[in-house]
């Protein structure tokens, strides 16, 4: 049974950067929910693939030394650890990870046209294509059975599950190995970071709700990862449990235990969780209120999905926040999705406009802080929503 816990009110298309500003936006009711049985997290309403993951996807995850670090570092893992001949990843976006891979070895599924274009122009087999069991068909006819399937921060934007785990099944070898990795439910929960709620984000798993997911696949979590990247990523290792061949790491039983301990398995952890994140709302615009009644200026750092849910949910708009700063080409003199707030072209200068930066992309905070010196050491300051709403 599904038990509703917290509405985020009406939102756009996290993705969605107009080039020309319009108060006409399309806007759905962004509502999440609980499910008793399962114990999976999602989200009601349900946006066609189509709509958000099309021509012009913007999201790069080349666009952070973090990011590309985490995947150079995953790539030596693999080699080392697995040695697959045949690697699959579901969601190569701009080729991030298999960058690192050779290319007779490594193939990519991107269903966003611009995204895919990036790596087969660098010579990388890709599939511009949804994930489904009709493509896995495919595959299995082209090249065979995939020895290591990966897939970050794709699989929670796909709305059946089932398909998912069953194409997967269909593809992966006997021993094949499958490693997903997500947002962290539970660092979502411990940190208050309700922005990892936006439409593209179906769903937010825990290691229970993963179990409980493959158990039907007849798969099984081997090990886990707990990971920095996103606010808080957990890398699930997992095989068929027919493959007897890998023991389980004690991580698994911890991870879950931990889980357990936090009370992701009931319902009123949700409703404290939703509470705290009314709480987080009332203190962030009090923040941001106090600031522009000293008339000072604010810009956000990282025009991200994730704060896109915070000026909509919030009600942030230009007066308090005068603009975002992104480095991203496809997100560059647009607009925020839902809100007349332009991303300007970050350049090393455009932070002495301004006497606070908002951290959109928080996640990289270590790495923002690493950049702007600068502006710290002139007294700039940083405000942040995690876990509760502070200037740092
Ligand atoms: O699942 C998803 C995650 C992985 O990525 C997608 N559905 C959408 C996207 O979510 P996001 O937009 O919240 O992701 P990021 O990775 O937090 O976005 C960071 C943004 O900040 C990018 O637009 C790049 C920008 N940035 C910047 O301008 N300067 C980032 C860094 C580190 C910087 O120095």
Redesign the pocket.
Known sequence: MNKYFLDLGKQPL??NYLKIYSNVQIKYHLKLFFNTKNKIVSISKRIPSEKMFNNTY????S?????KNSFFKLSLEIKKKFNPKKILEIGSNDGALIKNFDKKKVIGIEPCNNLAKITLKKGFITYNKYWNYKLAQKLKRKHGNIDLIYS???L??ISNLNDVFRSISYLLSKKGILIIED?SLLECMKKNSY?QF?N??IYLFSAISVKNLLNKFNFEIFDIKNLST?GGSIRYYIKKKSNKNLKINNNVKKQIQNEIKYGLHKFKTYKKFSNNVQRSRKNLLKILQKIKNNGKKIAG???????VTILNYCNINKDLIQNF????PE?INRYMPGKKIKILK?NRNILNNYDYIFL??W??KE??FN?EKKFIKRGGKFITHIPQPKII
């Open positions: 996290a993705n913007p999201y790069r995850s666009m952070s030394k973090t990011m970050a921060n794709t929670t934007h947002p922005d936006y593209e984000h996103h750092y990282g025009a991200t999905a994730k704060a700063i992104d480095i991203t997100k970050y959109g992309a996640n990289f790495e923002i950049k």
